[in-house]
DNA sequence: CGTAAAGAAGACCAAAGCAGTCCGGTTTTC
DNA sequence: GAAAACCGGACTGCTTTGGTCTTCTTTACG
């Protein structure tokens, strides 16, 4: 499994669909509408969004929703952080103590390293390439050209979003 | 958070003390007492590993389990597999249907993407690299040499695991 | 200045998944 | 035949999650 909430799946779908017009400010229940996602759900999902930092909002009539950031600098990490808190594949791999095993434990050490490399990858993609892939000729899933993308892994540096990304070449 | 289950963590690190000695059966009750894992939840586990195929057991007196595979053939993704099912990140990522939005929706390539690199990571880090890092002199988990581990990323190829490995360099 | 359109904050509940334990049965060794 | 193991479940309490509802505040516009 080693699934994220469906909440989480949801708030990428809503950010994806206001990274295509980043400018205009989205009402919470326009964006149900575009997303087939319940308004209740997309109210609550935004609050949680803005508390996060990731979107703005615009009280009163008119008002609305905005991406904080560009497109380009809002990663899938950023959204799962906002939501979920920080990304831990095991407690072990983040916060030390609290457990039995802790000195010694053998899956510990390698726990950090696979925690570094997934996210690494949640940070290689962006809202922006979710806009464009939205924008892109659609194609059968099978063959979504998403394809070769090396990820440079780097333990060391935890925020390496800017410099490392992820090159989506399509055909 | 993007967690894993308690159990699966348990099971990993039961695995990797079994990784130290593969020839060798291990009772239940024994690797509890070795692992500090409560000593039903061993028996639990190693039940669901065995039906996952990743320990081989000996019923009776002096009975126990056993690594099917050579710790180096087996990964964390297989435990992972064995106790959660597959892996998923979202449901869409995986199995088609079943999504209203589906068509159209901008977040399922790049999920897909990210699943696969996901599974990438988890494909590089086997049984055998655990039990290495157990006997490898003790440091403060801060300077836990795992570094600079480039990960060949190609979704194409669902199960590169022997190929593409993890270059676990230690000074 | 009043009304309507929006977000803010939080309480609340139902359902599902997870962790953990326990039991009775079977197989093997000594 | 008795003890040491595994086998196959059932079962339960708990936490998390998803989802809804209500009430309040803020702002625009006629």
Known sequence: MLKLGKLTDYATV??????????????????????????PTVAKLLKQLQKGGLVQSARGAHGGYRLARAPGLVTVADVIRALEGPIAVTDCAVHDGGCAIEVGCAARAPFRLINA????????????????????????????????????FHPANSRPTSQVRAHVRRR
């Open 117 to 152: 490399a997934v996210t690494q990858a949640l940070e290689a993609v962006t809202l922006a390439d979710m806009a464009a892939s939205l924008s892109a000729t659609p194609r059968r899933p099978a063959e979504v050209p998403l394809t070769e993308v090396p990820i440079l």
């Open 14 to 39: 809503l950010l994806a669909a206001m990274a295509a017009e980043p400018e205009r400010l989205h009402a919470a229940l326009e964006l149900s509408g575009r997303t087939s996602v319940a308004a």
